[in-house]
């Protein structure tokens, strides 16, 4: 990842849980929810150059998540 990359860390505050680093919003979002038992715990940090940052975390990472995540009810069963 080059300096230019934009790049989205996911954030544990959990002792001895490493932070990961993704180039997709979707796939740190869907890494966090598989990692939702610790929700307390994660923030998404969105790097946005010279040392600033976008933290999603909390309420609004919980509702991201379940939005990217879970599956939309009546989706599966459209054009049956």
């Known amino acids: 990842m080059n300096s230019t990359t934009p790049h989205i860390t996911v954030h544990s505050w959990l002792p001895g849980t490493s932070n990961k680093e993704f180039i997709s ?13 610790e929700i307390p715990a994660i923030e998404i940090l969105i790097h946005t150059g010279a040392h600033r940052y976008v933290i999603i975390w909390g309420d609004q990472l919980a509702a991201l998540i379940t939005r990217v995540c879970v599956p939309h009810r009546g989706k599966a069963s459209q054009g049956h």
């Open 25 to 37: 919003l979707q796939a740190a979002i869907e890494y966090a929810g598989e990692h939702i038992d």
